[in-house]
């Protein structure tokens, strides 16, 4: 675990392991030069066993305005924490924590609100059915999960182990009407035929690491997808993954993983820093990430 650095500079920092590879430095550091602010944005290495360590080091450090948390930290750390916002508590899962000016830390889950920004204009209109299909049940899911429920959906999780997702949504929205199947349905074509949901909301959502670089590709048969259905990968290498492909080959509508990525950043910036991120400049932002 690496701790120092130059004091006296406001920074926050993102913890995971592993973390080398994550992007959000480069998205803060981005927004803090153009907003003129000093201060600093890094990745800090921390396992599993050294959380708690991490955390109390922290909490005593005035400079540390707080941390974005990944993989495998997300729930560990709730215990840790002197408050969560009811969001987070309702996920089961922190992904941004941030020191109070008290010297407290609180714990908040800006993957749902990240999630669903490229979704607001579409859930201002109403709509005679909503419904996600949602490929994965992990942490991503969890936030996913949280979120479509609140606005309405019917969800079907996707997934090698169908019991898990059940255990998920019965955890998370035990009142919906909500269902499971196991992920090698989506591969092979389906004769179901879809009517031509006008009038209706279909979201497919990758929230699994299929299709990310180094893990094989999300299967999923055309036929699987409503018509009109936005389809949503939070996979960002490679940018276009095959299941975007798939989808832009048959006429659906994308969302591809910078939106989301992009999204949770900017709420847990302005946490850190106090301002808004600038966000008019997300298309040079994005530029950088894919260089």
Not at 58 to 65: A, K, L, Y
Not at 86 to 114: C, K, M
Not at 165 to 188: N, Q
Not at 192 to 221: E, K, Q, Y
Request: with cysteine.
């Amino acid at each position: 675990m690496s701790l120092p650095y130059a004091p006296h500079t406001p920074y926050a920092e993102v913890i995971g392991d592993p973390i080398a590879q994550s992007k959000s430095p480069l998205i803060h550091r981005f927004w803090l030069e153009r907003l003129g602010i000093e201060g600093d944005y890094r990745h800090c290495h921390v396992k599993a066993g050294e959380l708690a360590d991490y955390i109390a080091h922290r909490r005593g450090d005035p400079d540390w305005r707080g941390c974005n948390v990944t993989m495998p930290h997300k729930q560990a750390v709730m215990p840790l924490l002197d408050r969560i916002d009811p969001v987070a508590s309702a996920i089961g899962a922190v992904n941004t924590v941030v020191r109070e000016d008290d010297g407290s830390l609180a714990g908040y889950n800006t993957d749902a609100p990240g999630f669903l920004e490229p979704l607001l204009e579409e859930l201002k209109q109403p709509h005679l059915f909503r419904m996600a299909r949602i490929v994965g049940n992990g942490g991503a899911a969890r936030a996913m999960v949280r979120a479509l429920a609140d606005h309405g959906f019917v969800i079907v999780m996707f997934g090698r182990d169908p019991a898990r997702g059940r255990a998920l949504l019965d955890d998370l929205d035990p009142e919906g009407e909500h269902h499971t199947a196991p992920l090698d349905t989506l591969a092979a074509p389906t004769d179901f035929a879809f009517d031509d949901r006008v009038g209706c909301l279909d979201l497919v959502v990758n929230a699994s690491p299929l299709g990310m670089t180094g893990n094989p590709p999300l299967a999923i048969h055309p036929s699987h997808i409503p018509p009109r259905s936005i389809c949503y990968e939070i996979v960002t290498s490679p940018r276009e993954t095959e299941f975007l492909k798939t989808a832009q080959q048959a006429g659906f509508r994308t969302i591809d993983g910078f939106a989301m990525l992009i999204g949770q950043a900017a709420y847990a910036f302005g946490k850190f820093f106090g301002q808004p991120a600038p966000r008019a400049d997300d298309d040079e932002l994005r530029a950088l990430l894919t260089a």
